[in-house]
């Protein structure tokens, strides 16, 4: 037996035997990364199996450097809806609530963090480009920051927790220790460890009931493989690779028309970077960059620029890349070690991969009858509107000619119309 299924049944048998012996459960959850779509996902299912399988309560292990407004939004009604008390849990040391995770954290049941972990920086991400005072950006930034203040003042109310803090959490991107949270009234406890965690919050009053934790059995509620690939899909390097993937397709398959298989690639890529874009914190100025530099590129295949547009095509695209998510918190961010190279690669098959296929397409034709057109050979019988004969390269043809052209006569070829030749007097012997 594989030690994974072996685990699995070691930890079922001795959930088995604790409920056979009145032993309550407590379930576990982890949320490590960036809080998305998947994220809220998979609050709702574990809130939704804890509370079918009457567990005392869900603990919620926190690790996160932000998220969307908006799936934050999601888990905090997912943990006041649910039936059972959700107590979430910084953890471990050196972890953080930053940002999204701090509204989580004051919206719980119960708010726990291990020492040596943070808590705070929630100030909203504007999203979009900057600005001058009064103009549209200001007022929506501001709008924006009123409102997320108002929202975290409620959680904190709804939860008895400190107010005045979880504003300037806000509004001043405060953040604080672990020890500082609980002296403030943000947090409700310190725990070294879940069970450690366990036996602090065994009496405790939550929702007018005590809490029986002391020695419950902890099962654990993981991601299902759905879940974990939406969140392991959903970060920033994987959208700026599918632009990529979307311009490199897409332009494959205009430079090399009837590929295919760069085109429908290029598509699919770039449906999904557009859906990805739509809940992703994305930049307007740093997508009108990439734009701009690929119009540069494009251009410099054609114009005389000795590749000055191709320079000014990198820097707008290495600039673009910065900025695509540079509104954004830590876990929205590319690195210098992921755009460089992706600059460098972009730029090489522009010049390369797409220049050579646009130019191959304004070449004059190499094979084919249209390389006959202009060509010099001789009538091998007499050609007039309706009939005569030439021979092409070895291959005997059907010629027609508007001007009578006795059989010898050189005559040059004017167009080729099906497996018809029309020719025209050459004034001299053909070859």
Known sequence: ??????????????????????????????????IGPATAGYTARAVAVAARESMECLVLQLDTPGGLLES?????????????????????????????????????DVAAMAPNTTIGAAHPVAVGGLGESGSPDDVMKQKIENYTISYIETIAAKRSRN?????SAVRDSTSITAEKALELGVVDLLAAD????????????????????????????????????????WRPEVLFVLMLVAIYGILGELSNPGSIFPGVVGGIA?????????????????????????ALFLIDIF????????????VAFGLGSFLLFDRAGAAFRLSLAFVVPATVLTAGFFVCVVGAGLRAQWWPVKVGTETWLGRVTTALVAIDTRSGKVMVDGEYWNAVSETPVAAGEAVEIVAVRGLTLRVKPAGGKGG
């Open 163 to 167: 107010i005045e803090w979880a504003r």
């Open 270 to 294: 770039l449906v999904l970077a557009l859906y990805m874009a739509s809940v992703l914190p994305v930049n307007v100025a740093g997508l009108a960059l990439i734009g701009l530099a690929v």
């Open 1 to 34: 037996m594989k030690p994974g299924i072996m685990s699995w049944a070691v930890a079922a048998l001795a959930g088995w035997a604790a409920s056979s012996q009145g032993a309550t459960t407590v379930g576990l959850m982890r949320v490590e990364g960036a």
């Open 72 to 108: 934050t939004k999601e888990i905090v009604q997912a943990l006041y809806e649910a039936p059972v008390p959700v107590v979430v849990y910084v953890a471990p040391a050196s972890a953080g609530a930053t940002s999204a995770g701090c509204f989580i954290t004051l919206a719980a």
């Open 303 to 314: 114009a005389p620029s000795h590749g000055v547009l191709t320079v000014g095509g990198v």
């Open 194 to 233: 879940l069970p450690e965690l366990l036996q602090k919050l065994e009496g405790r009053e939550v929702r007018g009931r005590p809490l029986r934790t002391a020695g419950a059995v902890v099962t654990a509620i993981p991601m299902v493989a759905r879940e974990r690939v939406f969140q392991s899909l």
